[in-house]
């Protein structure tokens, strides 16, 4: 069988406001803290981890804490991020807590064939919540605001704003052996998308690409997405894909560890940040899993500068 992904492992995405953005992501949207960390390559910012219950991969939403302007909104970019829930029930539950938290939301709709609902951070990131109809696993956090029914199961799928997708579907399915499934027209009426599946498919699963010549350069800032990962199972299978990229000769990071996990680095050709990360060791690996992300943890090449770290690091809340 072809080395395969087997879905959405993260995303990362920019904040200017960490306080801000802790108390939206727990507070109104129910996720879970897992990690508070800092970049491990500017460790003057915090990198948050939200995730389910258990701190699954496929859950995780991490960001960074940067002081930037606004994103310049475009294509060449990741232009929206799906999250799941179990049932279009939730989403008719999610479009009234939205709105009764005065959270930009669209109306529920249909969107691919998945009932669906719209809406946007304060700093305007923009999401898709979808009905996975009951497909994958759920974790909730007993801690959550949220009833434990309508809690947000994960990631996926992830649309990324294309001009071109010809080299960019080629990568895809002849690299990262990818299966175009399906096109639908892009809800804002601004080209096609295709979905390209992985693994064993379903939404946890699925990239989806919004073919828009018409759109301007995307620019990076807050509200925007850093990058997105997809799953490996293991260092095994990375070394395999850092090995397949060599091969098709596609420039890439190398192997980084990042001790949560271990990742590659690369980007597709219309110029998105892919990462492939492996499922473990996970984020259970220096605190226990009862109190993830309630203190700073440090992988332990940064440990010897905590003091000097944390001295830096604004106050969360």
């Known amino acids: 069988m072809s080395l395969q992904l087997t879905g959405i492992h993260h995303l990362t995405a920019i904040t200017a406001n960490a306080p801000e953005n802790l108390r939206f992501y727990t507070k109104v949207l129910g996720l879970r803290l897992v990690k508070k960390t800092v970049n491990q390559d500017d460790t003057t910012a915090y990198h948050l981890f939200y995730a389910d219950g258990k701190a699954t991969p496929g859950t995780d939403l991490t960001f960074f804490d940067w002081p930037v302007g606004r994103e310049g909104r475009g294509t060449h970019s990741i232009s929206r991020t799906g999250l799941r829930v179990g049932s279009a029930d939730s989403v008719r539950w999610w479009k009234g807590r939205l709105d009764e938290m005065k959270v930009t939301a669209s109306d529920v709709s249909e969107i691919d064939g998945r009932t669906s609902l719209d809406f946007e951070d304060g700093e305007g990131q923009r999401f898709r919540l979808i009905d996975d109809g009951g497909l994958s696993p759920s974790h909730p956090w007993e801690r959550s605001p949220v009833p434990a029914e309508h809690q947000i199961k994960g990631l996926g799928p992830i649309t990324i704003s294309v001009p071109d997708i010809t080299n960019t579907e080629l990568v895809l399915t002849q690299v990262m052996n990818m299966t175009e499934a399906r096109r639908y027209p892009s809800p804002d009426g601004e080209g096609q998308v295709h979905v390209f599946s992985m693994g064993e498919g379903g939404p946890a699963a ?18 925007a997405v850093h990058h997105v990962a997809f799953r490996a199972p293991d ?23 990042r001790y949560y996990f271990r990742s590659l680095y690369f980007r597709e050709p219309n110029g998105v940040l892919f990462e492939i990360a492996t499922d473990g ?26 003091a000097q770290i944390e001295a830096r690091l604004k106050p969360l809340e």
Do not use: N, Y
């Open 206 to 223: 699925e990239l989806h690409v919004a073919v828009q010549p018409g759109l301007p350069i995307a620019r990076q800032g807050a509200g």
């Open 281 to 306: 060791p996970g984020f259970a690996v220096d605190e226990p899993m009862e109190t993830l992300g309630e203190s700073l943890s440090l992988p332990p090449f940064l440990e010897p500068k905590r």
């Open 235 to 257: 260092t095994h299978a990375l070394t395999a894909w850092t090995e397949r990229l060599q091969g098709f000769r596609l420039p890439s990071s190398g192997e980084v560890e």
